[in-house]
């Protein structure tokens, strides 16, 4: 079975919108929800707990709380979906997250967010990353007020 952990940021993201921009932490690799944080997503274990209904799991897990997807193989079928990953890219679409990138306006409201993404080819071993143009900015996403730092 596939490994989703590496794919938790952008399920939670799809599933549960945009974080508490005031309580995560992306250096700890920590999302919050809710107006206290007390839905905890750990990015860097793939893995998430909610303090108030004292529950967690994995990523197929969320999957079964917020859609109430119980089957096993719908669960992994709506897991590649929210991911991005389709069936003709070897490894699966968006590659290992390796840094996220916040922008946010003068009052700490959230505008928008960047993921800097690896992914292995299915022939090298080599590293891709999206290339950048002066400052930082990049090709990749180019809807970023400031670019993405690569």
């Given amino acids: 079975m596939m490994d ?50 004292g529950e967690g799991g994995g990523v197929l897990d969320l999957i079964t709380r917020e859609k109430g997807i119980t089957d096993s193989a719908e669960r992994i079928r709506e897991a590649k979906e929210l991911a991005g990953i389709t069936n003709d890219q070897p490894g699966g679409g968006l590659g290992i997250i390796v840094a996220t990138y916040d922008y946010t306006d003068e009052t700490g409201t959230l505008l928008r967010s960047c993921a800097s993404s690896q992914r292995r080819s299915a022939s090298a071993s080599r590293t891709r990353r999206s290339p950048t143009v002066g400052r930082g900015t990049s090709r990749a996403c180019g809807r970023c007020l400031t670019g993405c730092p690569s």
Avoid: C, Q
């Avoid at 939670?12 to 700890?28: C, F, Q, T, V, W």
């Avoid at 206290?36 to 998430?48: A, D, E, M, R």
């Fill in 4 to 53: 989703f952990a590496r794919f938790m940021e952008p399920i939670a993201r799809a599933l549960l919108g945009e974080p508490n921009a005031h309580l995560s932490d992306l250096k700890k690799g920590e999302l919050r929800y809710h107006n206290h944080g007390s839905l905890v997503i750990n990015l860097k274990k793939g893995t998430w707990y909610d303090h108030e209904a």
